[in-house]
């Protein structure tokens, strides 16, 4: 499995940013694709997911009606469109290969992921 991220940078509050994901050595539709972010010092927080045909998608309340998430499967890559960026959206963002081709929820209202990417660094500051 190898998932590499792209489309990172700096941001000005209010701004957009597209995140790309690039998967490979796995039957991409077959499995769920997730967005994380791990900002400085803090825990990875899981913020959307998508089922591996795309007829779902879920978000963090924190991001919901900003980010929205996507995924093509002709091309093996998944989406991450952000906008109204805040400061607080400051992160390193990862992509990450679900269990399944559904998303599966655990008590901490994350989904449950085998491998993640490297992570692509999003700096939101004016």
């Known amino acids: 499995v190898q998932l590499v991220e792209s489309g990172g940078g700096t941001a000005q509050p209010g701004g957009s940013l597209r995140l790309s994901c690039a998967a490979s050595?796995?039957?991409?539709?077959?499995?769920?694709m997730s967005w994380a972010r791990q900002a400085p010092g803090e825990g990875l927080e899981w913020i959307a997911g998508?089922?591996?045909?795309?007829?779902?998608?879920y978000y963090k309340d924190s991001v919901r009606g900003r980010f929205t998430i996507s995924r093509d499967n002709a091309k093996n890559e998944v989406y991450l469109q952000m906008s109204d960026l805040k400061p607080e959206d400051t992160a390193r963002y990862y992509c990450?290969?679900?269990?399944?081709?559904?998303?599966?929820?655990?008590?901490?209202?994350?989904?449950?992921?085998?491998?993640w990417g490297q992570g692509t660094q999003v700096t939101v500051s004016s």
């Open positions: 050595g796995f039957t991409f539709s077959d499995y769920a």
């Open positions: 990450g290969k679900g269990t399944h081709s559904i998303l599966v929820f655990t008590s901490d209202g994350s989904s449950r992921t085998d491998s």
């Open positions: 998508i089922y591996g045909d795309g007829s779902n998608k």
